[in-house]
Each structure stands twice: as C-alpha cells, then as structure tokens.
C-alpha cells in the first residue's frame, strides 16, 4: 500500500480498469478536488468477481496503463489487493483500516456502479466501513434516487454542499457529486478494439 500518515485523507477508488479511461480520470479529479483529500489510491484489482475474465488484459498492463493514465502526484497507482490474496472490496477495506490508524478513507466509485452495488459481496459491511462519494457517470444521474443502497441509507446521506466534511462522519455516510461527466467505458472500448475497420470507400 501507498505511505500515509496519522490525520490524512486519502480516497479508495478501485476498479478493473481494463482498459483504463478519461472517464476514470473525471472521477479522480472529481474526488480530488471535491473531498479535500491528500491522497486518492487508484487501486487495480486482480479482477471484478461479477464480471467475465475472458478478455481481462495482465495485471501488469493495467496498472501501466493506469500509470500512463494518473492526472497527478496525489494519486497513487497501487495493485496491492492481489498481493494479498484480496478478491472483495469488503476484505479490501478491512484490511486497509487496520493497517492505517488514524487516517480517514472515503471509498469512491462511479455511479454507474451504485445501481448494482447491492450486489456486491456484503454490501452492507462496505457501505458501515468509510463513508462513501458516489461521483457522477452518464445515464446514472438519478442512481441516488433509485439503487437500493441509496434507499437502504438514505438517512445517512450527506448534502453534497458538505463533500469536503465527508470523511470526518462515521459510516454509513455518503454522498453524491455532480461535476463534468465522459461517456466513455472500457467495455466500450474493448467492443471498438475488437471490431474491424471500416473498409475504404
């Protein structure tokens, strides 16, 4: 794991990035500059449990495309989770937090993501470990409204007006944050890389 010390914030923000993209980018930004945080782990997992490994590319090429892709020095490209025999964000933050007294994490994903986050392994044990920023996608917008997580904790939402105090509040505690938006995907871009070129007219 990155270097952190005691009273830092520092945002988890984890995915199979493959490949990695600017819409990635908009949500680290996006964390960076709204949540107030010292640091931001871009953390590439070994694989999504949910999702078909057939054309996941190595864990060494993500992490280097991730590299390439990283908008700054507060953000730190890490693959730590598969050197620990972690498949589930669950275990994920469970290690984090005992490894890091003092330091305040805020888990962030795409809300692309928040419609099936019920789905995930113990969701419930995620959404009570740190507060959560759900960052705005494409055609998600209304995800807070709608996904069950959002039901389940709506009395734990936080204004998106008090985004830079998230991480003081205890989980569950979360909120939503609008700002630029890409529509970009990595299954879009697999779809596109696999597709042949149109033949010269």
């Known amino acids: 794991m990155p270097h952190v010390e005691a009273g830092m914030c520092v945002g988890l923000f984890g995915g199979s990035f493959n490949p990695p993209h600017q819409g990635h980018v908009l949500v680290a930004e996006t964390a960076l500059k709204r949540l107030g945080l010292d640091q931001l782990w871009w953390m590439v997992t070994p694989g999504n449990p949910l999702k078909n490994h057939d054309e996941l590319a190595s864990l060494e090429q993500r992490v280097a495309w991730s590299r390439e892709m990283a908008p ?9 989770e598969a050197a620990h025999d972690l498949s589930y964000t669950a275990q994920t ?22 419609e099936n986050f019920h789905q995930w392994q113990n969701w419930r ?19 807070y409204l709608s996904a069950k997580m959002a039901k ?50």
Request: hydrophobic share 45%; net charge positive; aromatic share 10%.
């Open 72 to 80: 700054g020095p507060q953000v730190k490209v890490t693959a730590f």
């Open 93 to 114: 933050l469970d290690f984090v937090r005992r490894r890091n007294t003092g330091v305040r994490f805020i888990w962030i994903m795409g809300a692309d993501n928040l």
């Open 125 to 143: 044990r995620i959404a009570e470990t740190f507060p959560i920023a759900v960052v705005d996608r494409p055609g998600s917008t209304l995800a």
């Open 152 to 201: 389940a904790y709506a009395h734990a939402r936080v204004d998106e007006a008090d985004a830079r105090r998230l991480s003081f509040f205890t989980a569950p505690a979360w909120t939503f944050l609008h700002g630029p938006r890409s529509p970009l995907s990595s299954s879009a871009i697999r779809d596109a890389r696999r597709s042949p070129p149109n033949p010269a007219s």
